[in-house]
């Protein structure tokens, strides 16, 4: 129970947040872990506020601004831990969630990448949602194909693992979504969960990344979630273009009446791929047409 877990915590103009955030993971019931900050370029106090901090298991690093993918994959690459965890600079932990996870890995011995469920909040602090997604691997390896059942920010992954597929990819026609990208090469290694506890405070403002690249998230999504379907039922790059209005050399004008018909024939395919594994629950099947049906008739 007393693993090491090496926390990363990727900071740029934080200011505002960070104090709180760096507090939740002090406070964890789970003592053994380093806290590797780093700060990517901020031009606020981020530093300043980082540096007040004195706490052995805190260890800070700066550098030029990097982007996300590869500031995560600076920090996987010095971390010392046998488990990873993930915050970001404005979300909260509460207490137990370091120590709920860990556990959670000892349990599993498959595990590769666990998540919690989470309460949404707002930039000033008001809460206005909850998460509420599957827990088990069976549902999440289905799921993980049409939509992201993960919060980025409570995942803790298997170090190892993680390290031997290469960390967050840094190609950037895949950022964003960093993370939708990496579960899809994770769930080959092992098993995925979430806790069905809300173990998080996770914030979704104005300023946040979710809102500010929310076009080029769409974008990256649909193209992922393309390919996942591409691999999953085998379908030639005609077939491809009509159903998901894809430009190709060969492929015609198709009208929406037409494009409806086929995703109906392509949502059996889906169906009878889930039929096959009953214990897939029905909430994962219902999250699935839901995307499909965001990403065909956009």
């Known amino acids: 129970m007393n693993t090491l877990v090496s926390i990363i915590l990727p900071v740029f ?13 002090l406070s964890q019931t789970h003592k053994n872990f380093e806290l590797i900050i780093i700060n990517d370029g901020s031009s606020d106090d981020s530093l300043k506020i ?10 800070v690093y700066s550098q030029n601004n990097s982007g996300l993918a590869k500031t995560l994959n600076y920090g996987i690459e010095i971390a010392c831990g046998e488990l990873i965890a993930r915050q970001d600079q404005d979300d909260i932990s509460f207490p137990t969630r370091i120590e709920r996870q860990v556990q959670r890995f000892n349990e599993n011995k ?12 707002d930039e000033n602090d008001q809460l206005t949602d909850k998460t509420k997604f599957p827990t088990r691997n069976i549902d999440l390896q289905f799921l993980v194909n049409f ?15 993680l ?3 290469g960390g967050y990819s840094i190609d950037i026609s895949n950022q964003p979504p960093e993370d939708f990208e990496l579960w899809n090469r994770l769930k080959h290694e092992g098993e995925l969960e979430n806790l069905k506890d809300y173990l998080v405070l996770y914030r979704k403002s104005k300023s946040g990344m979710s809102n ?7 974008v990256n999504y649909r193209k992922l979630v393309i390919q996942n379907m591409k691999n999953l039922f085998n379908l030639d790059d005609q077939y491809l273009g009509i159903l998901f209005d894809l430009q190709f050399t060969n492929t015609k004008q198709i009208n929406r009446i037409t ?8 949502l059996v395919k889906v169906l009878k791929s889930w039929s096959k594994s009953k ?16 990403i065909v008739l956009k």
């Open 13 to 25: 103009n934080g200011e505002t947040t960070i104090s709180d955030s760096i507090e939740s993971l």
């Open 50 to 59: 980082i540096n007040q901090f004195k706490d052995i298991r805190i260890k």
């Open 110 to 121: 498959k595990l590769v990448l666990l998540g919690t469920n989470s309460m949404v909040i």
């Open 147 to 161: 939509y992201n059942p993960f919060i980025h920010t409570s995942v803790m992954m298997k170090a190892e693992d």
């Open 163 to 165: 390290k031997r597929i």
């Open 212 to 218: 500010n690249y929310k076009n080029i998230i769409a």
């Open 259 to 266: 494009r409806i018909k086929l995703f109906l024939k392509f």
């Open 279 to 294: 214990s897939v629950g029905v909430n994962s099947f219902y999250y699935t047409l839901r995307m499909l049906g965001k």
